[in-house]
Structures are given as C-alpha cells and as structure tokens.
C-alpha cells in the first residue's frame, strides 16, 4: 500500500503569529509520514505571506488537490488580557477553499486537543483529528467511505515507531530570522493530573532513541542547532531521559537547548547530562495546589542540583485554582524567594478550555463562574478565550512588589526560550 496514492495538497501552516514565529514541526511530521507511504504532497506555509487568502486562491487553482489539510497549533495566545483569538482567520481560510474546491478538508493539529467539537462546530471541515495524525492521516486518506462522511472527529492514533526526517520543507531561515526556533520531541502525552491542562492524563508513547537522534542530526545539517523541545514535560520518565541523553552527549551534537522539566523524575545524573548536551534554561512546572510536603522537596532539590550545572531555572507557577487565596500565594512567594530560582513566573489567569477538568468544575460552579473573565466577548462553548482569575491581581502585586524575581505573566508577548 506504499505506492500510487491520490495526489494530496497538504498544507496548509495556518499558524500566523510571528511574536516569535513556530518553525511548523506538526506539518513536517505529517509531511513525512505521509510521503514515506507514497503520497505526493505539497505544502503551503502561510506564516509570513502578505495575503494568505490569494495564496489559497493560486494554490487550490494550480494542485486541484484530492484533499486539503490543514495544521491549526493553537485556538488563541493563552493568555490574560493580551489575548488574540487565531479561529476566526482560519476560518476565513476554510471558507475560502470551500468555494474553491470540493475536495475533503480535513483539520489537525495541537489545537484540536483543547477544543475538538468547538473547532468542528466554528470551523466546518469535514473531519477533525484529535490526537496525533502520523498514523491516521495516511488511513483515512486511502478511506474513500471515511472521506466521503461530514463532520466528523476522528481520534489520532500513535504509531509504534516513527522518524520525522527533517527535509527542509519550509524555509527555516526566514523563521530564525524573525526570532523563532525549530522544535523536536521525544513523546507524546503526559502522566500528570494537572486539572487546568489539556494534555493531562493523556496516553504516553515515547519514541525511539534512535530515531530522535536521527531528527536531530537531520536539524543540525540544515544548520538549525537553537532549539526548544516540544514535549510536554522532558522527565515524564528518568530512565528514558538519561538513556536519551547519554546518547546525544556520545554523539558530540552541537546543540543549544530548552525544555520544559516536571517536578519529580530527577536525578544529579540528568541535570548533568542535559548541561552536556547544551541545554541552557530549563522551565520547572511548579503545581501550586500540591498539598504534599514531599513535593516542595522535590521542587527545592531540583531548583538547587540545575543552578549547580549552570542551567538557567525558571519557575513556572499557576495560581488561583479553585480553593486557593492570598495565604496560599504567599506562601509560595516565600518558598521561592528562599530557594531563588533565576525567574519566577507567575500565571494568575488559566484559559479555559472545553476539555480541561477544571472548566468544567468552574463553569458548572455559579460563585466560581463569576470570576471568569470574556476578552473578546461572552462565549460559554469556551472556544473563544475564556480565563479564570481565583485570587485578588492587586493582592498579589502588592505582596511581590518590584522584586525582579517574580514577573506575571500577560504583560507582554513571548515564549519561555527566548531568554538566554
């Protein structure tokens, strides 16, 4: 079945933000799985085009594709009060291709895990895929049945082993000129029962070390050595980790990193290691509602063993859940300052979304839901952006005063791995 499939225009990075821009890692992966199994496949990157409705336009009307994909990375910015909601543009596009073709659309991408039914209902493709496409994709566009069906959401599944070959299919320097970065990752899903996330308690799959290393020697020949994981969290399993890194280490890359660590699954080895593979900042995810003081051991000893290598900690930490107030923060606020990690950053307002347990909790509370907070106007589908606030701002500013420890997020535009 690896040959002679229906030609397959693939593209389309509707991802436009530029505050710094994503080099698209979901439409490379597809890319490749998608010609491995002998699709022909073309790719539009709409990130920097001046007007991305002609570019659809000239497209469509040259490939007259047998089906358009889309990649939607996010609903919106995620973040209070700077908030842009990314659905209504794209929708623009599915319009637009509607009136262009009739071929299937079909829509993918991280988005799709925060809202799968909201981005059905908004934007109108034929079908969603939640989850991962690598192996999906390639089934439902041998299904003639499947891609004949309306409105449908179909759930991604994980392949047992896959090598996303970094081709160069887009034009990575115009992304690293603008300030952006290419991303790999090393698995899929997260263990943690954080209530305010989407990808909480999802299924974990981790991928081969050889064929993550096979990706990353693939980005250091296309000259991209700056790079940021795309995992959820990198230490979801120690032995896994360190296994990977001592590899990357043998390997002699020379890279220049940042990621994302949970609290818990560590050890003086990996912090060791990930300063031998060229990891500059790491972001610790701190949950504000653990209650176990064996917890806030694992967070002091952690902080303590990566400032020891000479990687830079930042100290991620969500605030205001349901039950918290200004005597929780401020205990937080002191345990920081005592074990001083390089930066603080503090998130008193969580987005919403359809699928997080915590929305659920809150919108179905009526004292709770008068502290969610409608930037762009009321939507109770959560599709729009939607955050609660569960703690006093001014309380909170006032207990951090001009520390240059702490920084709230929201203030600004940006992402963790453009400092250093």
């Known amino acids: 079945d690896s040959k002679s499939k229906a030609g397959i225009f693939f593209g389309i990075n509707t991802n436009r933000f530029k505050d710094p821009p994503a080099i698209p890692l979901a439409i490379e992966t597809l890319h490749c799985a998608l010609t491995n199994k002998g699709f022909d496949v073309t790719v539009l990157d709409l990130c920097f085009v001046e007007n991305p409705i002609k570019e659809i336009e000239d497209f469509i009307n040259s490939h007259r594709p047998d089906a358009v994909c889309l990649s939607v990375r996010n609903v919106d910015s995620g973040v209070f009060p700077l908030s842009e909601f990314y659905l209504p543009e794209v929708k623009t596009f599915v319009d637009k291709m509607r009136s262009l073709t009739s071929a299937p659309i079909i829509v993918g991408g991280s988005a799709v895990t925060a809202a799968p039914q909201g981005i059905l209902n908004f934007l109108k493709p034929d079908i969603v895929i939640e989850g ?65 996330c989407v990808e909480a308690n999802t299924r974990v799959r981790f991928k081969d070390h050889q064929d993550v290393l096979l990706e990353l020697k693939d980005l250091v020949d296309l000259n991209l050595t700056h790079l940021h994981l795309c995992d959820s969290e990198f230490n979801e399993d120690l032995d896994y980790s360190v296994a990977l890194l001592e590899k990357m280490v043998n390997e002699h890359l020379p890279l220049k990193w940042s990621l994302y660590l949970k609290t818990g699954n560590y050890s003086s080895r990996l912090f060791e290691l990930l300063k031998q593979s060229g990891v500059y900042s790491t972001t610790l995810c701190i949950e504000s509602q653990m209650r176990d003081e064996k917890y806030w051991r694992a967070v002091k000893e952690m902080i303590s063993l990566i400032k020891s290598v000479g990687i830079r900690i930042v100290a991620d930490l969500l605030l205001g859940l349901p039950g918290e ?69 001014e309380k909170l500013k006032a207990a951090i005063g001009n520390n240059p420890l702490f920084k709230i997020i929201g203030d600004k535009k940006g992402v963790d791995y453009q400092q250093g």
């Open 132 to 196: 991962p496409g690598e192996a999906t994709l390639p089934e439902i566009l041998n299904d003639k049945k499947l891609l004949a069906m309306k409105g449908r959401i179909i759930q991604g599944k994980l392949p047992e082993s896959f090598a996303v070959r970094r081709k160069g299919i887009v034009n990575y320097q115009q992304y690293v000129k603008a300030g952006g970065i290419a991303g790999f990752e090393t698995h899929k899903g997260c263990s943690n029962h954080c209530p305010s």
């Open 325 to 393: 107030d200004e005597n929780t923060y401020q205990w937080h606020i002191d345990f920081l300052l005592r074990n001083s990690p390089d930066e603080v950053v503090f998130n008193p307002y969580f987005r919403l979304y359809e699928k997080s347990a915590a929305s659920r909790i809150i919108i179905n509370d009526p004292v709770l839901r008068q502290k969610v907070f409608y930037p762009l106007g009321k939507d109770e589908t959560l599709l729009a952006p939607a955050f609660y606030c569960g703690i006093d701002l």
